[in-house]
């Protein structure tokens, strides 16, 4: 009776993929915007057949009373929470690890130094937590060399440019003149 009760839970939490299903379609049509491909293919068939394997699975669990076959059923929830949890924070970790650190703040954040022709923005690229990296703007610099400031809280900024160093020991006030407190 014990089996029967988990192997129930498990088909209940199984099902939660299937919701999002018209998501996902549309996903699997969307791997062909590179060109039609193995892999795309691949995504597509992956994307639209997954309820059947589910159902399939959580069918044959309770036929049979398998527990095994009804974890097995989860995997498309496992591989969804992966794609959505771990590989989004993998992403915004390598961003965080190749942008510049010219200027380091402290072990968890810098500021960075985006040019675009004559215009700029420096932004604090700070680690939250292991998975979650933010990246926010706090002033803008112009083709003079000034910074004006943009965040809510100028002190804070100021005091961000002021503080995060250079390997050399300066800061980006060193730099750019700042023009609005």
């Known amino acids: 009776m014990m089996k029967k009760t988990i192997i129930t839970i498990i088909n209940i939490i199984s099902v939660i993929p299937i919701l999002i299903y018209p998501l996902a379609f549309i996903a699997g049509i969307m791997s062909f915007d590179a060109g039609p491909s193995m892999v795309a293919w691949l995504i597509f068939l992956i994307s639209t057949t997954y309820p059947i394997f589910i159902i399939a699975c959580i069918i044959f669990s309770r ?43 402290n072990s968890n954040s810098f500021l960075s ?10 932004n604090i ?24 400031l943009m965040s809510a809280n100028p002190k804070e900024a100021k005091d961000l440019l002021s503080n995060c160093k250079n390997n050399e020991g300066k800061s980006m006030l060193d730099f750019y003149t700042l023009i609005s407190d």
Do not use: R
């Open 63 to 105: 036929k049979i009373n398998s527990l095994s076959l009804s974890f097995i059923a989860l995997l498309p929830l496992l591989a969804l929470l992966y794609i959505f949890f771990i590989a989004g924070g993998t992403a915004q970790k390598d961003n965080y690890n190749t942008l510049s650190k010219d200027f380091i703040c």
């Open 113 to 122: 130094v985006e040019k675009n022709g004559n215009f700029g923005s420096i």
């Open 125 to 148: 690229l700070e680690k939250k937590n292991f998975l979650n990296y933010e990246n926010e703007t706090i002033a803008t610099i112009d083709n003079n060399a000034t910074i004006s």
